[in-house]
């Protein structure tokens, strides 16, 4: 089967742990990253940076396909704006699923989006667009993600869930059965969650504290 060509936008550490992925996957080709903090030619993992985001339009025209690789920690901001753009344009967002994550066929997973090595999507659950699945990230059933969100490394939102728009949730937070979680807000490594918040902000802590505002 030949390879489809998919095109990087952010050139991080986390493009590199997208690249893995697609590589593994085996259904893309990357043909190059954009990227406006590096120079035209370098390299990340044997790919080469091919320019910034005003190279977008043309890519669109050419039928590439993209996937936004700039991370995602404190705001969704950037990645939101990217998307938005990026759907303006008309442009082909791929979805990446690594091989060694496991995807419920009843669950369903918005465009744009990467599961990623480990992470498990159980039956019903459903996540929105442009969506980070990080490793060994848990999504149980019936629980409802919403769009342009992050669920770091070992995370766990357990059944009938409901997380809302550009949250971001910590490596090794737990999210307590049937909580609904507000927009835009920040879950901090390691907390957990056992009432429903809000009131966007930052939490942390056992049982879960807001700490400071979004």
Do not use: W
Request: include cysteine.
């Amino acid at each position: 089967m030949q390879k489809k060509p998919i095109i990087l936008i952010g050139g991080g550490g986390h493009c590199r742990s997208c690249i893995d992925v697609i590589e593994q996957e085996n259904v893309y080709q990357v043909e190059g990253i954009l990227d406006s903090s590096l120079n035209a030619g370098e390299l990340i993992d044997g790919y080469p940076v091919i320019g910034n985001d005003s190279l977008i339009e043309e890519l669109v025209l050419a039928k590439k396909s993209f996937l936004i690789t700039v991370g995602q920690i404190k705001t969704a901001r950037i990645r939101l704006n990217i998307y938005q753009n990026l759907l303006q344009l008309g442009a082909n967002m791929a979805t990446i699923v690594s091989p060694k994550a496991y995807v419920s066929s009843r669950a369903t997973i918005g465009n744009g989006s990467i599961i990623m090595h480990g992470a498990c999507i159980n039956a019903g659950a459903t996540t929105g667009v442009n969506a980070i699945i990080n490793t060994n990230a848990l999504i149980e059933h019936d629980a409802t993600i919403g769009d342009h969100c992050h669920l770091s490394t070992g995370s766990i939102v357990n059944g009938t869930c409901v997380i809302n728009d550009q949250v971001f949730i910590g490596s090794g937070a737990v999210i307590a059965n049937n909580i609904t979680i507000a927009p835009e807000t920040i879950i901090g490594a390691g907390t957990i969650v056992i009432k429903n918040i809000t009131d966007a902000g930052i939490y942390a802590g056992s049982p879960h504290k807001k700490i400071a505002d979004g």
